[in-house]
């Protein structure tokens, strides 16, 4: 299995997040340093909500250090539903999903085909 990594700090940002917003889903895009997920660009409010679809009306913001994607399931179902992934299939990239209970067990990446990798946690 191929690996992404991830800086500690916006892992335990990102898990709060998913807290936060619970019972609903955040959605956020990943800004990448020298191959180290490290920044999360937050989806406007009125973006929110129980549906994944919400990324298909966001316009991206052109920006080449945004190499990936991440949203919670306010579920403990860790998988790209079909909508997610004809998101991840035009985004490209990398896509993190955080399930219910958000803890860095529920934690999944996977590339833009669906493909799962593993997350490597940088300090
Ligand atoms: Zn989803």
Known sequence: ME???????????????????YPNEFAGFLREREGIFEEVLIAPAGHFGRNS????????????????????????????????????????GIHLIIAYPFTEESVRAYKNDGTRLRLEVVD
């Open 3 to 21: 690996t992404v990594k991830i800086r500690r700090e916006l892992l335990e940002y990102l898990l709060e997040l998913a807290r936060e917003f």
């Open 53 to 92: 679809a919400f990324f298909n009306t966001w316009m991206l913001p052109y920006d080449e250090t945004i190499k990936g994607t991440v949203h919670s399931h306010p579920s403990p179902n860790p998988w790209p539903s079909q909508a997610d992934l004809e998101f991840f299939s035009k985004f490209g």
